[in-house]
């Protein structure tokens, strides 16, 4: 079946290090891919999407390339700040009603 | 203005008690969720609606009922309300004509059972 795995949390970085949360799929057909960011005590904001393979999805600085050969849609951003601090999900959309969602990768940045 | 509103933002409440919480959505959507999001962050899929319709029903007991009295409403009844169902829970809604499958979602519905 579909599914969505994200690396394990926390990720605990420097102020403008650069960050990697990784995130691999298996899904059959061609799936549309998402990132979503949720800072604390607020709901899930869209960050970025990719509906195809190769597309690159790019939002505040943070982007991710839909990779069919690896089947993967990894989150980069070169110079994290404490702002960026939050809950990042990578989630699949297959069908017309569902996400399948990944656990979510919690992102400390330290200044 | 508010894509998609959640009323209240903080329930409290003791085990036993009937409570709900209510979503609205401005943006035309004919897909509406009700997530539930545990302290771990974990997001689970409970309902969605799609024109009023209940499409989707995963696992949740009985004692959780969706409501949708129009496309841009989609409430939430608890009954019997126990511990376990203290979370968070997300309303969403979402276009997916077109294979345009983001969903947008709510400020999120902290509830407390005591």
């Known amino acids: 079946g579909n599914s969505v795995t994200q690396m394990e949390g926390p990720v605990t970085l420097s102020e403008e290090a650069f960050l990697t949360i990784n995130c691999t799929y298996t899904?059959?057909?061609?799936?549309?891919l998402f990132w979503y960011v949720q800072y604390p005590g607020e709901g899930l904001q869209l960050l970025l999407k990719?509906?195809?393979a190769d597309d690159k999805g790019s939002n505040k600085g943070f982007e991710a390339t839909y990779r069919k050969e690896t089947t993967s849609f990894h989150l980069e951003k070169g110079s994290v700040q404490v702002s960026d601090s939050a809950v990042y999900f990578c989630a699949l959309g297959y069908s017309n009603y569902q996400l399948i969602w990944g656990a979510g990768t919690k992102l400390i940045i330290k200044p | 203005d508010t894509a998609v509103s959640q009323t209240p933002k903080y329930l409290v409440t003791q085990m036993g008690n009937d409570k709900s919480i209510k979503c609205e959505q401005n943006l035309g959507h004919d897909t509406m969720y009700w997530y539930k999001q545990d302290s771990k962050k974990f997001l689970k899929i409970m309902f969605s609606?799609?024109?009023?319709?209940?499409?989707i029903n995963e696992t949740v007991p009985n004692r959780f009922s969706p409501k949708s009295p129009d496309k841009a409403h989609l409430n939430l009844h608890i009954n019997s309300l126990e511990l376990g169902d203290s979370a968070v829970y997300f309303c969403?809604?979402?276009?997916?004509?077109?294979?345009?499958?983001?969903?947008?979602f709510g400020p999120g519905t902290r509830l407390t059972v005591t």
């Open positions: 990719a509906t195809k």
């Open positions: 969403a809604s979402s276009d997916p004509g077109q294979g345009r499958y983001e969903q947008y």
């Open positions: 899904a059959t057909g061609y799936p549309s």
């Open positions: 609606y799609n024109n009023k319709e209940l499409i």
